[in-house]
């Protein structure tokens, strides 16, 4: 161990922390000392399992019940869910919500988005919307026309990418009016001082929680929030915790919603979502406790109002920002080409991070709670403006203030006494620990699940994960900054292949089920390419984990089910019958090895086999792969395809229900199909980075 710590500390070492000011919904946080040591580097937080079995699980569900609570309060909306994956990937779900809630079905439903949306999320709704079959519109919100037909939602930044806060009220009734849905996606810290999107009338709400006191960490994983209107909470993706009573009439909370949904709706569920970001999602809500509204107000503010202050140094040095509100978020168009050229030696000089646009000579810069009036001197070094103290007693509502703006918020938020009563360390520390005792984790016994394995994660794995030089990087710094966590990727890329046979690796995927909606989409691809995009049957086993036909519906295949024998092998005179009656349209098999009941089946190489002559692939789910290493390799008995749940098989704690890595394998076949999100056009920068939870990689 003492080895590895050295280690670590070369390969950190070529990480570069530079102060980040780039944005577009990351931002650097102060992680409150109580909560990383009694939460995020706990173990009797980050090992238990998700609380499907609630009488074990009652201080995990309290504190989501508080996160879902705070997301309500924050967003002005009723029903919250316990966390989604990421920001993009919510953004993807509220499409998908939207499509799922248009009522005219002969239509081709289309899906608008505004202009300004953060482009990883635009990156995601893309990808999901061509399989679902939804015509995705990019534009500007002025000019669209909500009339539309098949119009099913619309989706706006609320403050948008280049930092601007809007009005829609105008354009969401016109999109009501068309029977469409409108969506937002904003930003908690934001929200204590702008007006909440329930109030605009949004229907749908989502955004990430990082920000409440969560690490950069290079891209993740952060916590998404996700809310709705009443009227639509049979439909929000994800798990909801419910309170309810138990057999002594005591208060108690279980999950209700979605809860396993995809076990019983299998292929026509609303979503594959089975996990979440709890144990980010835990400290988001510990972090809004510790704080509480004014606490959450007085950093809202102090982040507001050094905005203000660079404001007022790029103009008075002469610099252009356009007219309008603004939260932490401003975009700047440099005086000419030799002042922008200076202002990027300059950040490079004071190790700062900004936004660089696309169009000439103009940048972006994002504060957060961590800027110090040190920091804002550095900025206006960077502007070529005066100094911080120059400005202090000068700046006036007109330049861009929310306060006493319309955009102003005044209604309460934060009024449960949970959110009053833990403000001091030792209260806070006492509560969480209060929490604690009430859970069954791996530091009280084992927890003996065949679905995720449960392993105590050695403490010199996740030592790491808080370092700076790992917690603080954007996921938009420029790659020289970056070259540890290069490393560490790509050794891990090898190692994997070496483990399972494969080809290529990608770790974009976030969880389990992430990678199975990534793989199905390499399979899609490959075929497509080979002039076999018409194909779009999966076979999937009767005993097949339900994220399997959830998944692949959501790829755009028709699920057909394979039976399976009384001793839960695959009947494989089954798989022989429905390969010859779908041969011309044969896509893909989902199939689970060892099976879920255990058994290495013999006839895994012959289903493989078969399959390839058929012209299929076959996709190996890798939620067993624990039971593999070592012993055999997915790719080399004939697998094209497998997801890894790194939460399960090497060393990632399972954090109450997500964190997860889902990363997929992929033969030669389709490996050469295996692409990141492409090059940040309005950055310049690398694309954002696998989430490599940075445990497994040690």
């Not at 704080?291 to 107000?297: I, K, S």
């Not at 922008?340 to 169009?359: G, M």
């Not at 058929?614 to 792969?625: I, K, P, R, T």
Request: hydrophobic letters at 35%; a neutral charge; one cysteine or more.
């Amino acid at each position: 161990e003492l080895e590895l710590a050295r280690r670590v500390n070369r390969i950190a070492a070529k990480n570069k922390t530079f102060r980040n000011y780039i944005g577009m919904g990351y931002y650097d946080s102060k992680v409150p000392p109580p909560i990383e040591r009694n939460i995020l580097e706990n173990p009797g937080w980050y090992t238990s399992y998700t609380p499907y079995q609630a009488e074990i699980a009652q201080g995990r569900m309290e504190s989501l019940i508080n996160f879902q609570t705070m997301v309500s309060d924050m967003t002005g909306l009723p029903i919250a869910n316990a966390s989604l994956l990421d920001e993009a990937t919510a953004a993807a779900e509220a499409m998908a919500l939207c499509y799922r809630n248009l009522k005219k079905k002969k239509v081709t439903p289309l899906f608008f988005v505004d202009q300004a949306v953060f482009p990883q999320s635009l990156g995601v709704i893309l990808t999901r919307a061509k399989y679902l079959g939804v015509k995705v519109i990019i534009g500007d919100y002025k000019t669209f026309d909500y009339s539309s037909p098949g119009l099913c939602g619309v989706l706006f930044q609320y403050p948008n990418s280049d930092g601007k806060v809007i009005d829609y009220t105008e354009y969401i009734k016109a999109a009501q009016a068309n029977k469409a849905l409108a969506a937002c996606a904003t930003d908690l810290l934001a929200l204590t001082m702008i007006k909440p999107p329930g109030e605009y009338g949004f229907d749908i709400a989502f955004g990430s929680a990082q920000r409440f006191g969560v690490p950069l960490g290079y891209g993740g994983p952060h916590a998404a929030f996700f809310s709705v209107k009443k009227s639509l909470q049979r439909s929000i993706p994800g798990r909801i915790i419910g309170v309810t009573k138990d057999a002594e009439d005591g208060l108690a909370y279980r999950l209700t919603l979605q809860t396993r949904e995809q076990h019983i709706k299998r292929n026509k569920a609303t979503s594959n979502i089975c996990t979440a970001q709890a144990l980010l999602a835990n400290m988001a809500a510990m972090y809004a406790v510790y704080h509480g509204a004014e606490g959450l107000y007085s950093i809202a503010e102090k982040v507001h109002y050094s905005t203000c202050i660079v404001a007022e140094g790029a103009r008075r040095a002469g610099h252009h920002i356009d007219e309008g509100a603004f939260f932490d978020t401003l975009k700047i168009t440099i005086r000419n080409e030799q002042a922008y050229q200076d202002a990027l030696i300059n950040a490079e000089i004071r190790s700062i991070n900004i936004r660089k646009y696309d169009e000439p000579n103009t940048i972006g810069i994002s504060l957060d709670e961590t800027v110090t009036s040190e920091d804002l001197d550095d900025l206006l070094f960077v502007l070529g403006a005066p100094s911080v103290a120059n400005m202090w007693q000068q700046l006036k509502p007109k330049d861009g203030g929310i306060l006493r703006s319309n955009f102003e918020r005044t209604s309460e938020f934060l009024t449960h006494p949970t959110f009053k009563n833990h403000r001091s360390e030792h209260q806070l520390t006492r509560y969480i620990r209060y929490l604690e005792k009430k859970d069954v984790s791996l530091v009280h016994s084992m927890i003996p699940l065949g679905s995720c394995t449960m392993k105590l994660n050695a403490t010199s794995e996740l030592t790491p994960i808080s370092k700076p030089e790992f917690a603080n990087l954007h996921p938009f710094a420029p790659a020289y900054q970056t070259q540890g966590y290069a490393q560490l990727i790509q050794e891990l890329h090898d190692d994997l292949c070496e483990v399972t046979g494969y080809d290529a690796v990608s770790f974009q995927p976030n969880s389990g089920a992430q990678g199975e909606y990534a793989g199905l989409l390499a399979i899609r691809a490959y075929q497509h390419d080979i002039g076999q995009g018409h194909r779009n049957i999966c076979l999937v086993p009767v005993s097949a984990h339900g994220t399997n036909p959830a998944s692949a519906q959501m790829a755009g295949l028709n699920v057909v089910v394979v039976k399976t024998l009384p001793n839960g092998e695959i009947d494989m005179e089954d798989v022989r019958d429905k390969c010859e009656k779908y041969k011309d349209t044969l896509s893909c098999i989902m199939i689970t090895y060892p099976s879920t009941y255990g058994v290495f089946e013999p006839s895994v190489r012959e289903l493989c086999e078969t399959v390839h002559d058929y012209g299929g692939q076959v996709y190996l789910d890798g939620a067993n792969m624990n039971a593999m290493v070592g012993v055999c390799k997915p790719g080399k008995f004939g697998a094209d395809v497998s997801h890894l749940n790194l939460h399960k098989t090497f060393c990632i704690p399972h954090g109450g229900g997500g964190p997860g890595v889902g990363p997929i394998g992929v033969k030669s076949t389709s490996g050469g199909l295996l692409h990141l999100r492409p090059r940040e056009p309005s950055t310049g920068n690398p694309p954002v980075v696998p989430r490599v939870r940075l445990g497994l990689a040690f």
